[in-house]
């Protein structure tokens, strides 16, 4: 049984963590994947993800940020899967007077997200972004070793340089939302609060 089995198995989970002295409280939501980056799911995952929650165009900044003001930080990715199974999250901060708003947001964005699925007008969108991304990060020395020594990695030969953009270009809207809904479950997913907490009491 792999993590992403193990937390579902468990059911949902909720871990506070008190730091009284902390002026604010970081939230993380999330869960395995049970994909590495080179699984057939794994391209497709991470650019639902980033409609969901990748900088000020991702829809996360969009509601709970923009449109709610209710915290100034907040996004979701994939990561660790170069040679394991990956995790997914969504991290943000909130003042603790807004803690209990932000997290019933996020969950409500996060829900709608993977039950709704993204749109296409979205997913044309992201590709773009992300290409361009690619692009601009190998234009430099430094980025373009980077970018050799992630591929050699995961995995992959140096053709897989040239390869990216067109993998990206390809994906479909429906397999970004079979991806998000095969390998993601909101309802089983841990959540971890640190900072300053009401007690249950002041609830």
């Not at 579902?8 to 909720?14: D, K, Q, S, W, Y």
């Not at 999330?30 to 991702?58: E, H, M, N, S, W």
């Not at 900044?61 to 995790?87: C, H, P, Q």
């Amino acid at each position: 049984m792999h993590a992403a089995q193990l937390v579902a198995a468990a059911g949902p989970r909720e871990i506070p963590v008190p730091l009284p002295e902390k002026t604010s409280v970081s939230v993380i939501l999330g869960q395995a994947t049970g994909l590495k980056y080179r699984d057939p799911d794994a391209l497709a995952l991470r650019v639902g993800t980033a409609i969901l929650g990748r900088g000020f165009t991702g829809r996360l900044m969009g509601t709970v940020r923009d449109k709610e003001g209710l915290t100034y930080n907040i996004g979701a990715a994939v990561s660790e899967d170069t040679v394991a199974d990956g995790a997914w999250n969504i991290s943000a901060s909130f003042a603790p007077a807004l803690l209990d708003k932000g997290v019933a947001a996020t969950r409500r964005e996060l829900q709608k997200w993977w039950s709704d699925g993204i749109t296409d007008g979205e997913l044309a969108d992201r590709k773009q972004g992300l290409i361009g991304g690619y692009f601009v990060g190998l234009s430099n020395t430094g980025g373009l070793a980077s970018a050799i020594v992630t591929t050699i990695q995961r995995g992959y030969d140096l053709t897989w340089l040239d390869g990216y953009p067109e993998a990206v270009r390809t994906l479909t809207r429906a397999q970004v939302n079979n991806a998000i809904k095969t390998h993601l479950d909101p309802a089983t997913m841990v959540l971890v609060e640190a900072g300053t907490l009401k007690s249950a009491a002041d609830k």
